[in-house]
């Protein structure tokens, strides 16, 4: 037996559903439902089912909740030692300087606060800049390196400057939040960039998201949505899609933290469009200093915490 499969049958039992596991564990249902019957056949036994509308164990299937609980809990003992092993207590207790596009500020200093609190990583003063003030900051010195967000398409406009190295730790794909009411008009989860042209947009203004919105609707066959809001205030974003007034932008790494509020529906995008956040470097990076040692310690907690996250999106 797998750890990762008495992880996904643990996951199962404790949602009493397979649709809701699969969507925390980001594995489709059907590979899911696969991993399952692989495990049931391995001793011959049945260890779910029906009642209501949802699950439950058997008999057999909670005498091997209690066996899987004790081996995961010791599997994730390991883990964490040698997380802690990777990560080390910091060089120095002096503030490291992170230079970080706004995106990288709010979807790891903010969503991750607690995570980076817990394990040392919150003795840094984040700057928040655009792609070029990084560059430039990297270019005369100021810094070593910065976090950064970049659309996939945009990686190659970095071969013009020979002197950086970018090394991404994450792939997101761009989603829409739209309101439930909607989900009558998209059955299969997706939406076109033709379709938003019939709704109203609300999406936050960041230069990549800026970048993203202006390419999508260019085309003879594509009109731009009626844009209701374009803001930094998330809450009053999300508040319009709550009240069915607009749509906005998300991505997947920022919904596997942040769960939909009641009411709101995550729809892919198609054709579906990617970015990456990594870190921009000078080549030259000296591979002892304390920036060097922060980036490499933050790497080693979004591996760690983020592990079946990263199994589905991997860089």
Request: glycine share 6%; net charge negative; hydrophobic share 40%.
């Amino acid at each position: 037996m797998r750890i990762e499969v008495l992880e996904y049958f643990l996951e199962i039992a404790e949602c009493r559903s397979f649709s809701q596991a699969s969507s925390n564990l980001f594995i489709s249902q059907q590979g899911l439902s696969k991993a399952m019957r692989a495990l049931e056949s391995e001793p011959g036994v049945v260890l779910f089912r029906k009642k209501g509308r949802g699950i439950e164990l058997t008999e057999e299937g909670s005498i091997l909740k209690s066996h899987a609980t004790e081996i995961v809990r010791q599997n994730d003992r390991a883990r964490e030692r040698f997380f802690k092993m990777q990560v080390g207590p910091s060089a120095t207790d002096a503030t490291v300087n992170v230079f970080a596009t706004s995106y990288v500020c709010n979807a790891i200093f903010n969503l991750l606060d607690e995570e980076l609190g817990e394990h040392g990583l919150d003795n840094c003063s984040v700057s928040e800049c655009e792609l070029n003030e990084i560059i430039a900051a990297i270019e005369c010195g100021e810094t070593n390196f910065g976090l950064v967000n970049i659309l996939q398409e945009d990686v190659a406009e970095l071969d013009a400057f020979p002197y950086l190295t970018f090394t991404p730790f994450l792939t997101m794909r761009i989603t829409v939040k739209a309101p439930k009411s909607l989900a009558p008009q998209f059955p299969d989860g997706q939406i076109t960039p033709r379709q938003m042209s019939d709704l109203s947009l609300a999406y936050f203004n960041e230069p990549v998201l800026n970048k993203f919105v202006k390419r999508a609707f260019q085309g003879p066959d594509r009109e731009a949505p009626t844009i209701v809001l374009h803001s930094t205030n998330i809450e009053r974003i999300n508040s319009l899609v709550r009240n069915s007034k607009a749509v906005t932008f998300s991505d997947t790494f920022t919904q596997s933290i942040r769960k939909e509020a009641e009411g709101i529906i995550s729809l892919d995008l198609n054709p579906p469009h990617w970015f990456f956040v990594g870190v921009l470097e000078n080549a030259g990076l000296q591979k002892s200093s304390d920036q060097y040692g922060y980036v490499q310690r933050l790497r080693a907690l979004i591996r760690y915490k983020h592990r079946h996250y990263l199994g589905k999106y991997a860089v």
